[in-house]
């Protein structure tokens, strides 16, 4: 029985892999998993397939912390209500103050006691007040995390042309570089509109598909000298 379980975050849709931590857990089964904010819950979608083992590092691998009950679930609903307050909120003062940035999402710990404020800009930007005042009404400790255009596109997901959900929202770890000479090298039309991602940037895709075609010519290579 492999240790490693899949699951899909019911928040954001994204795979994870966790280890089961002794717990006996069925297809289906709604957990509570160690996350960055202190949990998140997620459906166990595959216990025993080749893909649940597909990690490099088993250690390293988040941990089933429970079975979520009822009040894991009003939990986390009442945390998602208290973050549309507060992205609200945020935006408000945001705009009263007239500060350059654009607010991406908010994020409350499972505990309660630490919220953050996902933005963009276009440069540094002095939020110094901004975090008193939020900090003031919602009584907590507040922190604002700057991110690029792909993480933004991470953080809020979407659907990407091929209709699936975003990559990077749905089971990517890292960001690769993806540069213009991949697509010429798949003798695709350089059409930024045809392209381009919903962050704006080269779609991500673009470098599987590369990695790919490698493989497949190198498969072919050898195979000839054989």
């Not at 509570?32 to 691998?61: H, K, M, N, P, Y």
């Not at 009442?78 to 935006?91: I, S, V």
């Not at 792909?150 to 890292?174: H, N, P, Q």
């Not at 695709?188 to 590369?210: H, W």
Request: charged share 35%.
């Amino acid at each position: 029985m492999p240790e490693l379980v899949l699951l899909i975050s019911e928040r954001t849709g994204r795979m994870i892999r966790a280890r089961r931590n002794g717990l006996e857990v069925d297809k289906g089964d709604l957990c509570l998993v160690d996350s960055e904010f202190g949990g998140e819950l997620a459906v166990i979608a595959d216990t025993d397939s080749a893909i649940c083992c597909q990690a490099r590092r088993v250690d390293l691998a988040p941990v089933i912390v429970r079975k979520a009950g009822d009040e894991d679930v009003r939990k986390m609903q009442w945390l998602e209500e208290r973050e549309q307050r507060a992205f609200e909120m945020c935006l408000q003062k945001i705009r009263s103050r007239g500060l350059p940035m654009k607010l991406t999402a908010v994020r409350y710990f499972f505990n309660e006691k630490k919220g953050v404020f996902f933005y963009t800009a276009d440069g540094r930007v002095d939020f110094r007040q901004l975090v008193k005042d939020l900090a003031k009404e919602l009584r907590m400790r507040i922190e604002m995390r700057q991110v690029g255009v792909r993480d933004e596109a991470k953080i809020l997901g979407g659907l990407g042309v091929c209709g699936r959900a975003l990559c990077c929202a749905s089971f990517m770890r890292t960001f690769e570089p993806v540069t213009i000479q991949k697509a010429r090298k798949q003798h695709i039309a350089i059409n930024p509109t045809k392209i381009s991602g919903l962050c704006g940037r080269l779609m991500c895709c673009l470098a599987f598909e590369d990695e790919t075609r490698g493989r497949m010519y190198y498969e072919e290579e050898s195979a000839n000298e054989d």
